[in-house]
């Protein structure tokens, strides 16, 4: 699998946030992307997932299933964590397995490895932020993508949390994997590749 | 493919009856409406039953307005809208899905209700029957053509009142068709023209209106 942008160009609101920004990313490796408040990190990871008109440039994914899309090859994890508290933790893993066309019977191993399994068939509703943050990291455990697209995923996640997430990532990229990961923590993840996005306007 | 589509479609339908889904809430603003007329119309008992079907038909009509702007304004505010785009499923059958589970809560519910309801505007037996099926052919139209607003200002603040302005004009075909498919059936025209209209504004919409709607959400991506 390769992951492949050139010359990526981006507007919002009239305004260029990107400009000529390239990515190329091999079986396995990963890369973080740091830069100060509205550099472009969110839209970068947006408009690889597909989610943003392009002004310019073109994104490529050479090496997977030919009948998918590059969007179904991805992992897209927002700022939003795309829980419904209505449903209980189990449910909500276990639609995305559905519908993600993933395992439905890992769900249990996958809210194991973010460590949530005794909290499954509470309401997503009353989790706390950080639990939240790692009902959306199961979902990544739960249906097998290549690409892994996370925008601040450390977000509201303390040390246990950090450590799951970091050998989540291991095992995927051991798998084969990608990742691209925009943040301002230190992610603390072995031999990543590094882009700094410039000064915000 | 069919997998993710029947997972969405189940997934809405729990969310829907679920405590706060607000599945009850477009059957009772029916119920209202048609409450409250006879009380402006007064205690005219012809009078009401002539008027009878098309106030069945307006008030199915606003009642599916009720909840519209949750189809999708629900899944933004979450974060789940980014994710359903990256389905293993064409984007227009994802919002079919969506407005299949959405039409099981409110749509069906209020055709089912119409005979009942009928009986309050002094509706004779045969209208009762004609109205439900009107309904239940009609109603589809009415959320999908409702899908494409609620796609249209998903993106907005306040589209919640934008979309109400937006979607009545379009159903205006749908009522007229409706209200004299209902008319014609109860006057014993059973494959009346009437009725083949508002089929093929159901059918018509059940096509066109998944495409549309898919437009309009990803051109609210950005």
């Known amino acids: 699998m390769q992951l492949t942008a050139d010359d990526l160009t981006v507007e919002r609101g009239g305004r260029r946030v990107l400009e000529g920004v390239g990515v190329k990313l091999g079986p396995g490796e990963a890369m973080v992307v740091t830069g100060p408040n509205g550099a472009g990190k969110s839209t970068l990871l947006r408009a690889l997932a597909g989610l943003l008109p392009l002004a310019q440039g073109r994104i490529s994914v050479e090496g997977g299933d030919g009948e998918r899309t590059a969007a179904e090859h991805m992992h897209f994890l927002g700022h939003l964590d795309g829980v419904k508290g209505a449903l209980t933790a189990r449910e909500n893993i276990a639609f995305w397995a559905d519908f993600l066309g993933g395992d439905s019977t890992a769900t249990e191993t996958a809210l194991e490895a973010v460590g949530l399994g005794h909290a499954a068939d509470l309401p997503a509703g009353t989790l706390s932020a950080g639990q939240k943050r790692r009902l959306s990291l199961a979902r990544l455990a739960v249906a097998r993508r290549d690409i892994w697209l996370l925008d601040e995923p450390a977000t509201a996640l303390d040390t246990d949390g950090l450590d799951r997430l970091a050998s989540l990532v291991e095992i995927h990229r051991a798998a084969g994997g990608l990742v691209v990961a925009a943040t301002h923590a230190d992610l603390g993840w072995a031999m990543t590749k590094r882009m700094v996005l410039g000064r915000a306007v | 493919?069919?997998?993710?589509?029947?997972?969405?479609?189940?997934?809405?339908?729990?969310?829907?009856?679920?405590?706060?889904?607000?599945?009850?809430?477009?059957?009772?603003?029916?119920?209202?409406?048609?409450?409250?007329?006879?009380?402006?119309?007064?205690?005219?008992?012809?009078?009401?039953?002539?008027?009878?079907?098309?106030?069945?038909?307006?008030?199915?009509?606003?009642?599916?307005?009720?909840?519209?702007?949750?189809?999708?304004?629900?899944?933004?505010?979450?974060?789940?809208?980014?994710?359903?785009?990256?389905?293993?499923?064409?984007?227009?059958?994802?919002?079919?899905?969506?407005?299949?589970?959405?039409?099981?809560?409110?749509?069906?519910?209020?055709?089912?209700?119409?005979?009942?309801?009928?009986?309050?505007?002094?509706?004779?037996?045969?209208?009762?029957?004609?109205?439900?099926?009107?309904?239940?052919?009609?109603?589809?139209?009415?959320?999908?053509?409702?899908?494409?607003?609620?796609?249209?200002?998903?993106?907005?603040?306040?589209?919640?009142?934008?979309?109400?302005?937006?979607?009545?004009?379009?159903?205006?075909?749908?009522?007229?068709?409706?209200?004299?498919?209902?008319?014609?059936?109860?006057?014993?025209?059973?494959?009346?023209?009437?009725?083949?209209?508002?089929?093929?504004a159901s059918l018509g919409s059940l096509v066109l209106a998944p495409v549309a709607a898919a437009a309009a959400l990803k051109g609210a991506q950005s």
């Open chain 2, 1 to 200: 493919m069919t997998r993710a589509l029947l997972a969405l479609i189940r997934r809405d339908f729990r969310l829907a009856v679920r405590a706060g889904g607000g599945v009850g809430l477009p059957l009772v603003f029916f119920l209202s409406v048609v409450a409250v007329t006879p009380f402006a119309i007064g205690p005219d008992m012809k009078l009401l039953a002539r008027v009878g079907t098309a106030i069945l038909w307006i008030g199915a009509l606003l009642s599916t307005l009720i909840g519209l702007d949750r189809l999708f304004g629900a899944d933004a505010e979450d974060g789940s809208l980014d994710l359903l785009f990256a389905a293993p499923a064409p984007l227009p059958l994802v919002v079919l899905a969506k407005a299949a589970a959405h039409w099981t809560v409110t749509g069906l519910p209020l055709a089912a209700a119409a005979p009942l309801l009928g009986l309050m505007l002094n509706l004779p037996p045969e209208a009762l029957g004609a109205v439900a099926l009107t309904l239940l052919l009609g109603t589809p139209a009415l959320t999908l053509l409702g899908m494409i607003g609620a796609a249209l200002t998903v993106g907005l603040r306040r589209g919640g009142l934008l979309l109400p302005v937006l979607v009545l004009p379009m159903a205006v075909p749908v009522l007229i068709f409706g209200v004299s498919a209902t008319n014609a059936l109860v006057a014993g025209e059973g494959g009346s023209a009437p009725l083949m209209l508002l089929l093929a």
